[in-house]
């Protein structure tokens, strides 16, 4: 239990995702920002079904999804992305107690190092990143699309 900055009572539990959250999994990414061009989040959520599902995480309060972390370990790294939280729970600890899970999910499988890449637009959770212990590691980020979720020439990164 944790409370939010205006004293009301906050709750979630984290489990995995189950199919029945993908409506609501998507509209919080939109609202939080995270939905962009070149990602279908919807072929997103497949693609992840398929690959470590019990590594997506969702945060639950009252029966809705308030927040959100993708998370993965190809073997050598874990890897978090889609973390998101509700905009009337942040600052309540969630999206802490998010990565605070991710971290042990990833201890749990022997994953030695968690990277992540926030977008160069979002500059302001570089900092919050910084308060949980993450760095800048000096690794410049490189993507290639392999498979095109939207047709045109947008050949973004994340
Ligand atoms: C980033 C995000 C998940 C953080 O979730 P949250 O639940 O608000 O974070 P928390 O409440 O756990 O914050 C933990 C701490 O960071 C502090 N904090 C919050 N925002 C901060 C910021 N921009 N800079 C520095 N500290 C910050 C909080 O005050 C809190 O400190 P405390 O534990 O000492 O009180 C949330 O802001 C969000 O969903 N943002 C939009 C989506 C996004 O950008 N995701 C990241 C993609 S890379």
């Not at 539990?13 to 199919?19: L, V, W, Y």
């Not at 729970?89 to 201890?107: D, N, P, Y």
């Not at 190092?113 to 212990?133: A, C, H």
């Amino acid at each position: 239990m944790n409370a939010s900055s205006n004293g009301v009572a906050v709750s979630a539990r984290i489990r995995a995702f189950e199919a029945a959250d993908t409506e609501p999994v998507v509209a919080l990414w939109r609202a939080a920002g995270l939905v962009v061009p070149w990602n279908d989040p919807y072929r997103d959520i497949e693609r992840k079904s398929t690959v470590q599902p019990e590594l997506f995480l969702v945060a639950e309060a009252a029966g809705a999804v308030v927040g959100t972390a993708m998370v993965g370990y190809d073997g050598h790294r874990g890897w978090v992305n889609y973390l998101a939280v509700d905009a009337t729970r942040r600052g309540s600890g969630l999206g802490r107690q998010l990565m605070a899970e991710a971290e042990r999910l990833l201890v749990e499988r022997g994953c030695p190092k968690l990277n992540l890449q926030v977008r160069s637009t979002n500059t302001s959770v570089i900092e919050w990143y910084r308060t949980l212990g993450y760095e800048p590691d000096g690794a410049v980020s490189l993507g290639k699309r392999l498979i095109p979720d939207v047709a045109g020439p947008i050949d973004a990164a994340t």
